[in-house]
């Protein structure tokens, strides 16, 4: 306990805070994971979206790499759009469209 106070009056002051940037690491550590996929499949020869694109840039074709890209890119998009719609789960003062 903090100075006396219960969880669940800590959690509500102390914690929303300290989580808010933890979601925005996690939302952005996403695209870090579809970039580290890349290598990791490379080097251990995973079959997965990774090894998809290296073997169609090695070959030349742009409709698959345009597919993968797009697969990753809306994969990004969808992480940042969940992460930012769980900031006003968290955090009730992060509303939008108020006047500040």
């Known amino acids: 306990e903090l100075r006396g106070l219960r969880r669940g009056i800590v959690f509500r002051y102390l914690a929303r805070n300290a989580i808010?940037?933890?979601?925005t690491i996690l939302a952005l550590s996403i695209g870090m994971?579809?970039?580290?996929s890349i290598f990791i499949e490379q080097i251990f020869?995973?079959?997965?979206?990774?090894?998809?694109?290296?073997?169609?840039?090695?070959?030349?074709d742009y409709a698959l790499m345009g597919g993968t890209f797009?697969?990753?890119t809306v994969g990004?998009?969808?992480?940042?759009?969940v992460a930012d719609l769980l900031?006003?789960?968290i955090d009730p003062r992060v509303r939008s469209g108020g006047a500040a």
């Open 20 to 23: 808010l940037p933890l979601f």
């Open 33 to 36: 994971l579809f970039g580290g």
């Open 45 to 60: 020869n995973y079959p997965g979206l990774g090894l998809l694109l290296v073997n169609s840039i090695s070959s030349r």
């Open 70 to 72: 797009l697969v990753i």
């Open 76 to 81: 990004i998009v969808v992480a940042n759009i």
């Open 87 to 89: 900031y006003t789960v």
